[in-house]
């Protein structure tokens, strides 16, 4: 599956009409012929009530103008309760009753609470007559909503009303910017600029679509106009320095850059300028130079520690740019977008649980924000924490989420853990959030197909393949689906006949095979037929079905059995189900001071199991290196990459005996393999060096296992041959096998 993304969210950007709505309550609350008395009274107070919400707006203090529109909105209900209920379109007595819902509207929308922002707006949309700004609020809503197309109908039934709505246009323009239908943005967003030429976010959409179109002639030619009409306004050299990266030389850019600098002394984005254009070409140490030098004269700018962070991440220095962290945080401790930036670092270098505290920090000093919880969620689910990640999910839902981040991530790690009604909550969320995330569509769809529900999964992966013809996920969950309208036997034959890597050897297989053709054909009989296909000496080829299958398909969730002694981490694995890499990584994680102690891991008696489990549980404890790799029959090598988060210990003792097989001699091969202070006790393993594929069908109740795969570790394989210990043990007790740990002899 593809790295799940989401377009980036330009910052908030449409007013609700600020002027216009306050005006309507200044206006009146000075009566102008609308009574006296109570009900003057009444109306001065409602009045004032949103002139303070929308002070309050305009400092940038959504709760508390959030708090006085409330007041306010209860107040219109209090005058007339039916309004409280209304739910269909009625002429209001008088026109400026539903200001305050439309304002609340634009309040919840400033606080990225755009499902509250819609509800409100909807609400002051069925009290009639309404105005052209009551529908920027709705297409404010609905944008933040990721509803583009509807967004887009507001904005135009906002032009319908009033055709200077100007927000509208700026509205209507990102959209089609965010959609890369960059002519018609620029459209809307030169309609836009006729009203506000001076706005420099407009500016820089309408810079970034010309680029974007290609038109870096007409780039450079709006770069030059901005600086020329707005010669004191750094933002306009910052847009023309964009137009020059796109088509100027390195040398005129340079000079560029040394004359912004010199022209805005005071302001540190100037200065940094240049700074960028080194590293953009590479010129890291150059670029490290200049910033400190900017450092002499700004010691306390938190964005040039970020600049200096970014560069040595980009070189992959991940040690310098946490030095340069380490300082910025001494000189402002209180900036959540460094603690955020050092997460995103790590991150970068795969290391998900080192960025994990850096978004936590990030999250502490501003719990709203989004970035920082979606950076943190995404690092779990990476280092496949999925049991500290579903938990963690739970708790930022209070998040307002302008994205489909966290809930896509939320499925993500519920579906790994194996709480399926968990994950299809959170996939829903995520497609009401975004109807475009065609992932989540495609994570629908393969949920629905785990569970039977045919109907549901053909729906899910065809809206997928509209947003994204190529969507293997999806293209899998049809090619599935067309598997399942054929005979059972039919589906083992060519599952078998594809899978089964010593197919070449059996004598006379596909007159065996053969006999699955038979239409009603049943699991034991199916069953008889691939002990006939298999190779006499091979036992690890086999059918399973009625209880047995119900035997082999279930998990003991006691298959990871932790003791914690003082120095001494014991973890007892009994086998390598779905989830007890789940289970081991969050007993590791429980760990406090690992560096300190000796982990010990029982491997005795464990027949194997799940090689990604194993290989997973290898990721918690090894650097980024490739732990295994399996080859197919076919040919083809698949690698078992580690990233570079891991907990260290100061020794790790594996346990095993001649019972040890399969995927516990792959996590014991490679945690010798890969750790210097990793030892084997015990006898020599098994030597299972080969792994199986599986046919499973819940319906029928069957499952076959087929030799499919080689695995080795380093080019190591251990068929026939097993791992011999690095110290032997004669006894069967634990105490036998611990001596060694505990420094006695065995």
Known sequence: MLEHKQMKRFPLWISAGIGLLAAAYLIFANGNGIG???DMRWKTKLAGENETAVRLMNENKYEEALTALQIAVQDVYDHDPSLEEAKEERTLSDPVLDVPLSNMSWAYNEMGDYRNGLAAIRKALLLLPNTAE???NEGNALYGLNRGEEALASFDRALALDPDARYAFYGKGVIHYEAGEYAEALKDLDRYLAYEPDDMEAAEKKMFALLNAGGNDEAAAYGDALVKDYPDEYEAYRLKNEAMRASADYEAIQAFDRMVAAKFPG??????????LYGDYGQYDDARDYYLQLLNDNPAESSIYLALMNNESDRDDVDAALGFYRDAARADAADPELHRTMGRIYEEATDYMAAVPYYEQAIKLDPQDEEAVIGKIRSLYRAKRNIRCADYVRDAEAVRASKSDIAFYGGKC???LGRNAEAEAYFEQAVEADPGDAEALAELAALNLTLRRDDSALDFSEKTLRLDTDNADALYVQRELQERKKPLGERVKAFFAASYMYGAQVN?????????????ITPAEIGAVIDRA????????FAVWGEDYDAATSEDERDVDVRNEGSV???RIAEFGEHTDDRFLAALDAVEQPAGKTLVIDLRGNAGGLAVSANNMLD???PDVVMSTVLYKDGQAEPYESDASHVDFKHVYVLVDERTASASELLALGLRTYLPNATIVGRTTLGKGVGQQAFMDDEQGIAVFAVNFYWNVRERNIMGTGITPDIAVRGDALADFMKPVLGGRT
């Open 414 to 416: 519920n579906e790994e």
């Open 569 to 571: 981490v014991y973890m």
């Open 134 to 136: 009551e529908y920027v």
């Open 534 to 541: 298999r190779l006499p000496d091979d036992p690890f080829t």
């Open 620 to 622: 918690g404890l090894l």
């Open 267 to 276: 302001n540190p984005r100037a200065q940094e300028l240049l700074g960028g």
């Open 36 to 38: 006296t008395g109570a």
């Open 508 to 520: 006379d297989e596909d007159v065996w095979l053969a006999k699955l053709d038979e239409p009603s």
